[in-house]
T-cell receptor, first 112, second 118 residues
Framework: DQQVKQNSPSLSVQEGRISILNCDYTNSMFDYFLWYKKYPAEGPTFLIS?????DKNEDGRFTVFLNKSAKHLSLHIVPSQPGDSAVYFCAASAGGNEKLTFGTGTRLTIIP | DAGVIQSPRHEVTEMGQEVTLRCKPI?????LFWYRQTMMRGLELLIY????????DSGMPEDRFSAKMPNASFSTLKIQPSEPRDSAVYFCASRPRRRSSRDTDTQYFGPGTRLTVL
């Protein structure tokens, strides 16, 4: 049972435009959400996170939005750059639990 | 800091053979996690340790899988006997102890071991 879902396996975006990656979750106990970025032959690296007490968190070109009622979060990248081409994983944790539950990832390709 | 170190980076073995994957966490990190990445299921947590003690191994798929952490700087994940369906990328990650209840849950990942079982 996939508790964190990324329904788009891939996404292509023109350089300079906005990239929007989506993530849905089913477990209402999740209260902390993270996005990780992964390049080929490397491990995932932390990108940005958000607590359930917020609905938005911004860090430079990256913004994460959380809609708790819809159990949905999204990552916005503006403007998109070629170096943003990677696989993006959404992850969630519940109540301070050490376990992170990851989605299956979305491969983002930025077209120059 | 060298980051999380994993070895080998690639492993090709035949069905039935024993496979041992190794991990050196970041110095000073209290938590160590083993994940498996597949196309179908993404990143799955297999087991995690706190201060060298296994806390949750509910993600370990079968008895063929075992993990140990004999000291704070070394962990192994063993598969015996290996099967073709074990082919995946295995990641080790570590993180420090939280200093507050809302400290980040960020985990630091190694580069992974790509395992191919023929």
């Amino acid at each position: 049972d996939q508790q964190v879902k990324q329904n788009s396996p891939s996404l292509s975006v023109q350089e300079g435009r906005i990239s929007i990656l989506n993530c849905d979750y089913t477990n209402s106990m999740f209260d902390y959400f993270l996005w990780y970025k992964k390049y080929p032959a490397e491990g995932p690296t932390f990108l940005i996170s958000i607590s359930s007490i917020k609905d938005k968190n911004e860090d430079g070109r990256f913004t994460v939005f959380l809609n708790k009622s819809a159990k949905h979060l999204s990552l916005h990248i503006v403007p998109s750059q070629p170096g943003d081409s990677a696989v993006y994983f959404c992850a969630a944790s519940a109540g301070g639990n050490e376990k992170l539950t990851f989605g299956t990832g979305t491969r983002l390709t930025i077209i120059p | 800091d060298a980051g999380v170190i994993q070895s080998p980076r690639h492993e090709v073995t035949e069905m039935g053979q024993e496979v041992t994957l190794r991990c050196k966490p970041i110095s000073g990190h209290d938590y160590l996690f083993w994940y498996r990445q597949t196309m179908m299921r993404g990143l799955e947590l297999l087991i995690y340790f706190n201060n060298n003690v296994p806390i949750d191994d509910s993600g370990m798929p079968e008895d063929r899988f075992s993990a140990k952490m004999p000291n704070a700087s070394f962990s192994t994940l063993k598969i015996q006997p290996s099967e073709p369906r074990d082919s995946a990328v295995y990641f080790c990650a570590s993180r420090p102890r939280r200093r507050s209840s809302r400290d980040t849950d960020t985990q630091y990942f190694g580069p992974g071991t790509r395992l191919t079982v023929l």
